[in-house]
Nanobody, 115 residues
Framework: QVQLLESGGGLVQAGGSLRLSCAAS????????MGWYRQAPGKQREWVAS???????NYADSVKGRFTISRDNAKNTVSLQMNNLKSEDTAVYYC?????????WGQGTQVTVSS
């Protein structure tokens, strides 16, 4: 199992920036990719971005060009730089790791964008 601890959420005005970070511990060697999901009130959890062990990144269309995912394999961390935030980005953001047949989740961090 992998334990995940997120940080960096908060309140920001529309057009502003936030950076989320997530530290992984535990069965690190089993991770094949890391990523972020989010869940807005009354909506299903949705994938935001992911990055493989080799650094290949993918983004949801809704955040492409505004968000950047990165990871530090030496420190077992993944980050999400969020720029030009919009009110529709308001959600609880969850860090996740993908392992063979399993996925682990962090506790979530709230991001609120005021218009």
């Amino acid at each position: 199992q992998v334990q995940l601890l997120e940080s960096g959420g908060g309140l920001v005005q529309a057009g502003g920036s936030l950076r989320l970070s997530c530290a992984a511990s535990g069965s690190i060697s089993s991770i094949v990719a890391m990523g972020w999901y989010r869940q807005a009130p009354g909506k299903q959890r949705e994938w935001v971005a992911s990055i493989t062990n080799s650094g290949i990144t993918n983004y949801a269309d809704s955040v492409k060009g505004r968000f950047t995912i990165s990871r530090d394999n030496a420190k077992n961390t993944v980050s999400l730089q969020m720029n030009n935030l919009k009110s529709e980005d308001t959600a609880v953001y969850y860090c996740t790791v993908f392992r063979m047949l399993k996925q682990d989740w962090g506790q979530g961090t709230q991001v609120t964008v005021s218009s």
